[in-house]
């Protein structure tokens, strides 16, 4: 698909065009990657955002005033910051909750609730939620499952397939694959649902730029090799963190140690690139480790082909209020890796040295 780097189409007579008029409207490099990850999410419709805030954004306008959201409580920090620094000002309100107990989420339900919001495996505890049951349980109460399916890509995971109403992705992440753009896809297979999100993306205008679309196409070709070497490391960096004396707990749903692992074998493909560490030790120790590595570049995001470490509680859930960040375990001693994909041996004895080598 070329680059359609143009902002407006010319037409054959007045109101009379071949699909296109205005690229804010459609485009048709943009249009080629909409139907893309829709056939890669088993989706009828898919709409492409500048980012995946602006997705989750759109998402969120499906709702109204005075509508009630059960969210995960193990979030994406911008998630948190836009549900209850933006959206809550305009009249939603917000249940957090530990949404890999069902019955948690059916409690919080309130007369006005119209959503559930759910990540799995879950930013950056890798907890795991059982969409075929919480799909069951929005079906009968009547509420729209929205489900951010980032850290799986639909490599691994597709939650339209187990019964979610809107699938969510940070495209940057991923699919992208390249650490080299950003941007947002939503995902559904109701013709009610994709018209109004249809109507939110043009009204607000939060589109990615053709040669954004043509990033993200470039990427997704290598999604699948990609995934697969992501996790290959991430198995290996998770075993070797898991006998080593200064790691206290791994997160990682491949590891049998994990407290939902049979779950992540019958729900998902694969166990993916994450990988979540609690240091022996207090802030100074773990910022030791962090400054430890070589090959694992400090840095915000994940999902690309380098490996990324991150300090959530300081650098990607700061906007989480400290109480909350450390009753949900997002402690001064957790760090994030995102597994890239270059030689297994050398990604484990990076984060070995610096574990072993570390001083305050």
């Known amino acids: 698909m070329p680059i359609y780097q143009t902002s407006t189409f010319t037409q054959e007579d007045v109101g009379i065009h071949k699909g296109f008029d205005y690229s804010r409207t459609a485009n048709p490099t943009r249009l080629s990657l909409e139907r893309c990850l829709a056939s890669l999410e088993n989706a009828r419709h898919g709409l492409c955002f500048a980012s995946g805030m602006a997705a989750a954004d759109c998402t969120l306008k499906l709702l109204s005033a005075g509508d009630h959201v059960v969210a995960s409580d193990d979030v994406y920090g911008g998630t948190y910051r836009l549900f209850e620094k933006v959206l809550r000002r305009y009249g939603l309100t917000f249940s957090w909750v530990d949404a890999s107990s069902i019955d948690k989420v059916a409690a919080a339900i309130a007369p006005n609730t119209r959503m559930i919001w759910a990540e799995t495996p879950t930013n950056p505890l890798l907890k795991l939620v059982d969409l075929r049951a919480l799909a069951e349980l929005a079906r009968d109460r009547k509420l729209l499952l929205a489900v951010d399916n980032t850290f799986a890509s639909p490599y691994l995971q597709n939650p339209l397939d187990l019964g979610a109403d809107v699938v969510v992705h940070s495209t940057t992440k991923y699919i992208g694959g390249h650490s080299d753009v950003v941007g947002g896809f939503v995902a559904t297979n109701r013709e009610d649902l994709f018209a109004d999100l249809k109507f939110h993306q043009n009204a607000n205008g939060a589109v990615p730029s053709p040669f954004d679309s043509f990033l993200v ?144």
């Open 217 to 360: 196409l470039r990427g997704v070709k290598t999604l699948a090799v990609r995934m697969r070497e992501h996790e290959k490391n991430a198995r290996r960096v998770a075993e070797a963190l898991s006998s080593h004396p200064r790691v206290e707990r791994v997160y990682y749903p491949g590891l049998p140690s994990h407290p939902q692992h049979d779950l992540a074998r019958r729900q998902m493909r694969g166990f993916g690139g994450m990988v979540s560490f609690v240091v022996k030790g207090d802030l100074a120790l773990t910022r030791a480790v962090a400054r430890g590595v070589r090959i694992f570049s400090l840095a915000e995001s994940l999902g690309g082909v380098e490996s990324l470490m991150c300090h959530p509680a300081v650098m990607t859930h700061a906007s989480i209020p400290k109480a909350d960040r450390e009753a949900r375990g997002v402690t001064d001693s957790l760090l994030r890796l995102s597994c890239g994909i270059e030689d297994s041996d050398d990604l484990v004895a990076d984060i070995v040295g610096a574990l072993d080598h570390s001083r305050l």
